[in-house]
């Protein structure tokens, strides 16, 4: 599966941005999705996924009650709306894309497919 990820950009603390991730060949079908994200000079971190059908929704504890993660119904899109940003935001963002049954791992490593990455940046 190849995914491309869109909708980074410069906002103010406090403000909104949605991210895209796209299945650049039809859909994603029965992979589970998630996104992380990277800071300059942090590891890459998980923030939130999403099962195969759409009902379970993990996050990471740093973004619980900001961030929403979603897929459109032909789960051909994955977003990841975020709001009441801070600057500790600041990050690239990547989506993601894992096989298997299991939807609330955290590492990068359960995750075999990725997309390009989106630059977010938060200003106080």
């Known amino acids: 599966v190849q995914l491309q990820a869109s909708g980074g950009g410069l906002v103010q603390a406090g403000g909104s941005l949605r991210l895209s991730c796209a299945a650049s060949r039809g859909t994603f079908g029965d992979y589970a999705l998630g996104w992380f994200r990277q800071a300059p000079g942090k590891e890459r971190e998980f923030v939130a996924s999403i099962s195969r059908s759409g009902r379970n929704r993990n996050y990471a504890s740093s973004v619980k009650g900001r961030v929403t993660i979603d897929t459109d119904a032909a789960r051909s899109t994955v977003w990841l709306q975020m709001k009441s940003l801070k600057p500790e935001d600041t990050a690239v963002y990547y989506c993601?894309?894992?096989?298997?049954?299991?939807?609330?791992?955290?590492?990068?490593?359960?995750?075999?497919?990725w997309g390009q990455g989106t630059q977010v940046t938060v200003s106080s």
């Open positions: 993601a894309a894992k096989s298997g049954t299991r939807w609330d791992e955290v590492s990068r490593k359960d995750y075999a497919y």
